[in-house]
């Protein structure tokens, strides 16, 4: 089967692009809402590593009919960003989070997920999660339609600390732990996926 790109619409590239581009990671961001304590999270997995050096991250953030959502709305103001690898433990309470709601309603509330604040950052993190990458706004790229229309948000993130559980990180080879970490991927749909059958391959020299 071949479709070309021009002749397709935003739904079908969206369904194509998510279904073919599997697995996906999952961020769980946290940022702080404009009255400075209130807590926004939503997951996304439109989300991968840009650069080791320096250390960035990319999230890319879909606008609704054209207006910024609430994560990259507050990301640019505040300019702090809570990144969060999803695990399997806790997948079920960040999937609450992806329902729409108003833009001074907290998330968090809809869930048994716990906050906690890390002393020299503002923005709460979430406890559960045993990865943690507080990270920092380095640049942020419109994305425009070929209407010129902004249509996204590509957020590039500078990681700040690396927060690892004891249980998923080797201390004598600064190893991470990918089965202790239980990982879960985002395929397309209401569709996820967890680490299967893994297996190694050396480069060639």
Do not use: C, W
């Not at 833009?103 to 503002?122: F, G, R, V």
């Not at 948000?153 to 004891?166: E, G, K, N, T």
């Amino acid at each position: 089967m071949i479709f070309q790109a021009d002749e397709l619409s935003t739904k079908q590239h969206y369904k194509f692009l998510s279904g073919a581009v599997i697995p996906r990671p999952i961020a769980f961001i946290t940022t702080l809402m404009e009255d400075g304590k209130s807590v926004n999270a939503a997951p996304f997995s439109f989300f991968n590593i840009v650069s080791s050096d320096p250390p960035l991250l990319s999230i890319s953030v879909q606008r609704a009919a054209g207006q910024q959502k609430d994560t990259a709305r507050h990301a640019i103001r505040e300019q702090e960003v809570m990144v969060h690898i999803v695990s399997a433990a806790f997948v079920n309470e960040v999937n609450k989070t992806a329902a729409r709601l108003p833009p001074n309603e907290s998330e968090i509330d809809q869930t048994a997920l716990t906050l906690k604040k890390l002393a020299a950052y503002a923005t709460p993190v979430i406890a559960e999660a045993q990865i943690i990458l507080p990270t920092r706004m380095e640049h942020v790229i419109e994305i425009k339609n070929d209407a010129g229309e902004v249509t996204a948000d590509l957020l590039l993130l500078r990681v700040q600390a690396y927060i690892f559980a004891d249980a998923v990180f080797d201390k004598q080879k600064e190893y991470l732990l990918a089965e202790a970490m239980q990982p879960v991927a985002r395929l397309a749909g209401n569709d996820y996926a967890e680490l299967g059958r893994t297996f190694t391959l050396k480069r060639p020299n």
